[in-house]
T-cell receptor, first 113, second 111 residues
Framework: DVKVTQSSRYLVKRTGEKVFLECVQD?????MFWYRQDPGLGLRLIYF???????EKGDIPEGYSVSREKKERFSLILESASTNQTSMYLC????????????FGEGSRLTVL | RKEVEQDPGPFNVPEGATVAFNCTYS??????FFWYRQDCRKEPKLLMS???SGNEDGRFTAQLNRASQYISLLIRDSKLSDSATYLC????????????FGQGTTLQVKP
């Protein structure tokens, strides 16, 4: 079974802190994604990566950066956390091909005080 | 106009009912279509892919209408355990990784 693991299920941070969210997948997938999910807004794409060291902005990249130094690991970085970044963050990886399946991690619920 | 639109619901139905959800998409170049299920406080999981010819998996039937640019999900004989949020996902291109999620439709099946 494909496994996507997110490092932290729950985090509480203060405004201005730097936050790292880590995601690891064990199936050698090339495509990986970071989403945030908020009530009434659904899932919104922050960044995605289709290969090591490659990254593309999603729909809401402002305030975030990412790192993909190894194929299995895709990290989301909040350089200076703000209260409007309080959200559920979901990492996903995608199997190859037109009919690719997206596998999600369990999510990281971040609260910024 | 949103790229992928769903009626957020909630749809409240009794056990045993048949319920259908639609999802419209705006980009005619969309390649692949899926329904995901998300339980409360859990991550989304693939329910089924949607093929041009339509496909069925037990009580669930998914259909694609390219001419009208929508996909549908039909659930027959609803069970209490079907209560969840159903997310429509459209892939524009698997090479670029452009996936678009609908907002989700919430289903509550009542005894």
């Amino acid at each position: 079974d494909v496994k996507v693991t997110q490092s932290s299920r729950y985090l509480v941070k203060r405004t201005g802190e730097k936050v790292f969210l880590e995601c690891v997948q064990d199936m050698d997938h090339e495509n990986m994604f970071w989403y945030r999910q908020d009530p009434g807004l659904g899932l919104r794409l922050i960044y995605f990566s289709y290969d090591v060291k490659m990254k593309e902005k999603g729909d809401i990249p402002e305030g975030y950066s990412v790192s993909r130094e190894k194929k299995e690991r895709f990290s989301l970085i909040l350089e200076s956390a703000s209260t409007n970044q309080t959200s559920m963050y979901l990492c996903a990886s995608l199997t190859s091909g037109v009919a690719g399946e997206l596998f999600f991690g369990e999510g990281s619920r971040l609260t910024v005080l | 106009r949103k790229e992928v639109e769903q009626d957020p619901g909630p749809f409240n139905v009794p056990e045993g009912a048949t319920v259908a959800f639609n999802c419209t998409y705006s980009n005619s170049a969309s390649q692949s279509f899926f329904w995901y299920r998300q339980d409360c406080r859990k991550e989304p999981k693939l329910l089924m892919s949607v093929y041009s010819s339509g496909n069925e998996d037990g009580r669930f039937t998914a259909q694609l209408n390219r001419a009208s640019q929508y996909i549908s999900l039909l659930i027959r004989d609803s069970k209490l355990s079907d209560s969840a949020t159903y997310l429509c996902v459209v892939i524009l291109s698997s090479n670029t990784g452009k996936l678009i999620f609908g907002q989700g439709t919430t289903l509550q099946v009542k005894p």
